[in-house]
């Protein structure tokens, strides 16, 4: 919830952030969360695999960002459709992605490592 919540305020423009920040930031916040998610559902798989699919799933949905049917446009044209699918394709935000699986995966290490002290 940490995560969904940060990522609402970081694209709500309550601060008034530079554009990269904004634009990748809550990209990289975006990633974040599917990691965690599917680090839930397939709770028995390595970091080092959650972070592959995570990363996957992440690219395929920017690739879908090249695909303009009405049906999806209208999904996309609402606020949780363009949260969720993104509109316009763009290579720096598969490196935002990137960065928030980073992010995810270093803080399961300290986590680890705090449970195991």
């Avoid at 290579?91 to 960065?99: E, N």
Wanted: hydrophobic share 55%; proline share 3%; glycine share 12%.
């Amino acid at each position: 919830m940490l995560v969904v919540g940060a990522g609402l305020i970081w694209r709500s423009q309550m601060f008034s952030l530079p554009a990269f920040y904004f634009k990748y930031g809550g990209d990289a916040l975006w990633a974040l969360l599917i990691f965690l998610g599917f680090g839930f559902v397939f709770i028995r798989a390595s970091t080092p695999r959650v972070a592959l699919i995570t990363f996957c799933f992440c690219c395929a949905v920017e690739f879908t960002q090249l695909y303009h049917a009405p049906w999806i446009d209208a999904v996309r044209g609402t606020r949780l459709g363009a949260l969720v699918l993104g509109a316009t394709f763009n290579w720096p935000d598969l490196v935002a992605y990137g960065a928030g699986i980073i992010l995810g995966c270093l803080g399961e290490i300290v986590l680890r490592r705090g449970a195991k002290s």
